[in-house]
């Protein structure tokens, strides 16, 4: 299967002056279809080509069903898919979403299996890279194929599409659930019953139909029962009451040549009544209506339950006064070198940026709009202090034990340089102290008004994995986040153990409750030419990328919901606690 750009622009032309975006549909086949997988695989794309995109979630579905960006933490200063960073204009969230008919079929005993590839083109470099993939799609009749790229950015304001003499309109942010089952149903298979699915699809402006859910195959019955599923109200019909919302009802065939059994019609209004009473549709077939004149239905199916959940997403939180609390701890042990001599991972060169001076102002500059007071406690870890020479894991860079607050990305910065020429590097690598100092104040407000942010940056080496876990572990149910950023070449199997990704971070066997952790290598987000600015871009995208995500889950878990805007409501947020 061919990974290479798209000989030219074909695809969707961006907006707003962004960079050109070719797409290719490619067949996957076989094993190749197996190994692309159901999930829309996000390439690491190049932040100045494609601005502070977002990791593609794995779709429901088709992956037209998205949910809030995650990344709406980097929208403030907006990068264009062209590259240049445009702080005076904000940035629009958009959904590309491809639709495929009359595919040629590349399979010999089968449909094909297609996928669509999303290529943005770099003004500065034209050169061509991939932005994102959809899922592999199974045939569907006719070789139907639609699916979206979520929460790609272009500049520009945001505006509503909503236009006047449309009718009411549901929350964007609302998330519907439901469950149907059918009724005798058409049989469709020789040796058995049928194996039926359904297929949702939304309606558009221009008469045609998007589909928005599949729901899954249940084996051999004629009067199956799906499990519920949930489904953005946007999507399933662009929170519009009245649109139209079309459901398929077909018999799975292992090569995908899918049987129609019938359709029906309804909206979103029609299927909230379901929520006082059952609601049955008749399944029509018209090819066989016009055929027999004693047809009835090909079945029917039931709407068994359907309710309405707000889904909260990270700006509602942050328009309703949510104050992000960021916190910076430096690694200052030996094992960074010595910093007068250019191999040291601090060393001050009059000439760039030391990766440590890199990663804080990547992210720092960032993270501190979305910080009222713009006061940063700034700590340091592994050295020995002036005057007697007491190792400590947790010293103030300002050399304030009272107030460790630093004014600015620029405060920290200057006292980070000021804390090199009067401290000794030294040892050990503990994180534990510098955790639990911001896990204290972070347990003492649990309404939402206040989310903590640990930024430590080291070059790997730790000595209290032990402690580490446990402070963790400890902290994954209060309102913080921690990102590590790794400098230098060390391999960080710690490090990413910590991450927790793949298996969630555990201290005397109790699970965290959340994944609470982000870890980052900086080499591998380091220009090749040397350019710092792209570098510090690229840094800032990922390592901010889960943040949003872990302030929602926590206050999912603990119920919150996002306080009236301030205009609405003038009441003072409390200060924050400083660690």
């Known amino acids: 299967m061919g990974r290479g750009p798209p000989a030219g622009p074909g695809g969707a032309v961006l907006p707003s002056g962004a960079a050109a975006a070719g797409g290719h549909c490619q067949g996957a086949s076989g094993g190749s279809a197996r190994r692309a997988g159901a999930s829309a695989a996000a390439a690491a794309a190049d932040t100045a080509a494609h601005g502070p995109a977002r990791p593609l979630p794995s779709p429901l579905a088709p992956a037209a069903l998205v949910s809030q960006p995650p990344a709406a933490l980097v929208a403030r200063p907006a990068m264009s898919l062209g590259g240049a960073s445009e702080r005076s204009v904000p940035a629009t969230k958009i959904e590309i979403t491809v639709s495929c008919r009359n595919l040629l079929d590349l399979d010999t005993f089968s449909k094909s299996d297609p996928m669509v590839v999303l290529y943005t083109q770099s003004r500065a470099s034209q050169e061509w890279r991939e ?181 909260f997403t990270f700006v509602d939180y942050i328009k309703g006064g949510t104050q992000l609390n960021f916190t910076v701890a430096i690694d200052f042990t030996a094992s960074n070198g010595n910093p007068l001599q250019p191999t040291s991972l601090h060393y001050m060169s009059p000439y760039q940026l030391s990766a440590y001076a890199m990663a804080l102002k990547a992210v720092g500059e960032i993270i501190q709009d979305y910080d009222s007071d713009k006061l940063f406690p700034a700590y340091g870890f592994g050295a020995k202090l002036p005057p007697e020479g007491r190792i400590s894991h947790q010293f103030p860079l300002n050399n304030n034990d009272e107030d460790p607050n630093c004014a600015g ?108 952790v982000q870890f980052v290598p900086f080499r591998d987000y380091v220009d090749r030419s040397g350019n710092q600015v792209l570098s510090m871009a690229r840094l800032a995208k990922d390592v901010l990328a889960e943040i949003p995500e872990q302030l929602l889950s926590y206050m999912r878990t603990r119920d919150i919901q996002p306080r009236p805007s301030p205009s609405a409501n003038p009441s003072p947020i409390p200060a924050p606690e400083q660690p």
């Open 131 to 311: 932005f994102g993939r959809t899922e592999v799609q199974r045939g569907l009749q006719n070789q139907h194929l639609q699916t979206g790229f979520p929460g790609t950015s272009v500049p520009g304001p945001g505006r509503g599409d909503r236009r006047p003499g449309q009718p009411s309109r549901a929350n964007p942010h609302d998330i519907a659930t439901m469950q149907l089952c059918a009724n005798k149903l058409d049989k469709k298979d020789f040796f058995g019953k049928s194996d039926p699915f359904l297929v949702f699809y939304r309606s558009n402006e221009d008469g045609t139909f998007t589909i928005c859910h599949k729901t899954e195959v249940v084996k051999n019955t004629l009067n199956p029962v799906w499990q519920p599923f949930s489904i953005p109200v946007r999507a399933l019909c662009n929170g519009d009451y009245d649109r139209t919302v079309k459901i398929d009802v077909y018999d799975w065939d292992r090569d995908g040549s899918h049987d129609f059994i019938g359709e029906f019609t309804t909206s979103y209004r029609e299927l909230s009544k379901a929520q006082n009473q059952f609601t049955v549709y008749e399944v029509l077939n018209p090819r066989k209506k016009c055929k027999k004149k004693k047809y009835v239905n090909s079945g029917t199916v039931t709407l068994l339950s359907f309710s309405v959940d707000s889904e």
């Open 409 to 516: 990305i620029e405060g920290v910065l200057e006292s980070y340089f000021q804390s090199l020429r009067t401290v000794q590097l030294y040892g050990p690598t503990y994180f534990a102290p510098v955790i639990n100092q911001v896990a204290r104040a972070a347990a003492k407000i649990s309404d939402g008004s206040q989310y903590y942010v640990l930024l430590i940056i080291t070059d790997g080496v730790i000595s209290d994995m032990t402690q580490t876990k446990e402070a963790i572990v400890s902290a994954s149910s209060l309102p913080m986040s921690i990102i590590i950023v790794g400098v230098g070449p060390a391999m960080f199997e710690a490090m990413e153990e910590l991450d927790g990704d793949d298996v969630r971070v555990s201290s005397r066997g109790r699970y965290a409750e959340r994944d609470i």
